[in-house]
């Protein structure tokens, strides 16, 4: 999959690596890692050793529990994550530690000959100092791009073609003449929402990647819920957006139903539940969850 250029935004919108290589660099640096700790262990069980007394390091020692570490705690799980909530209000909460804002917004879902009513979540990532990457652009584009601010918006990227993904996409876009991201096999979905005189410029598909700014956004095949669903994954970051595939506690519905529970079980197993345990989970609606979380809820879903 290729990326198309676009000379007034940011140079680096281009075709890079895969997902694969970008995880085992992730990999390799969590070993670095890992070898550092052990490294300062060995330093402060010296400096113990060399006259530090017991009661400093006890002092030490509380000082990192005040700083919040707590006993027990789980390593896949997100402590403090602004958008772990449960409540299903409208509104734009964040941006986070990382730089990224959730919009929530309410609309109707029409699926199936039925109307569902639905709150869905519109993910804003801080690029770099000047501009963002906007995910799934639902049912408020005002609002959105009030969010967005004076910043520019370098890409309108959707993780399907159902309307909570794409509802604002061309408002959006429009506003900011900024290109739009879409699976080719969504096309029919977006013609019927938005028509075929603005398509999205490009197409994307699993095994693809990109960089926008600062950031490296690996896309990847989340097919299920819909045959040209995708994901974008963040590693820098520990994030990965994944639309309607997987919520928190649950993989996502189309309506009250599932598509093809089998493939969409696949596409969560494979793509989403192999990302390290600490990874962010952002979905199209509901609350924040991780991958490590997640995979203690996959043999049920089985």
Known sequence: MFWKRKPKKQDGQEATDSAAEERESAEDVEEEAASAVSEDTAKTSDDVAEGDSAED??????????????????????????????????????????????????????????????????????????????????????AILKAVGDREIYLVACTNGYTPHIEGALRVAEEAEAEIALHPREMRAWRRRHGAERRPEIEVEGQGAFDIGDL?????????????????????????????????????????????????LASIGESLLSLPPTTRILPDSGPATTSGAESKNFDDWV
Do not use: C
């Not at 002092?59 to 409540?87: K, Q």
């Not at 994954?233 to 529970?261: A, C, H, N, W």
């Open 57 to 142: 390091t006890a002092d030490e020692s509380a000082g990192a529990a005040d700083d919040g570490g707590t006993e027990g705690e789980s390593e896949d799980e997100a402590p403090a994550d602004v958008f772990a909530d449960d409540t299903e209000e409208p509104g734009v909460t964040g941006p986070d530690g990382d730089g990224i804002t959730r919009v929530r917004a309410s609309g109707s879902f029409e699926f199936d000959g039925q109307t569902y009513e639905i709150v869905s979540n519109t993910w804003i990532v801080q690029a770099d100092d000047e501009g963002v990457v906007v995910i799934d652009p639902g049912y408020d584009p005002e």
């Open 216 to 264: 490296h956004i690996d896309v990847l095949a989340l097919p299920g819920t819909s045959p040209g669903t995708v994901g974008y994954y963040i590693s820098q970051l520990g994030v990965v957006f994944s639309g309607d595939t997987l919520r928190k506690g649950e993989p996502g519905m189309v309506g009250d139903t599932y598509i093809d529970y089998t493939t969409q």
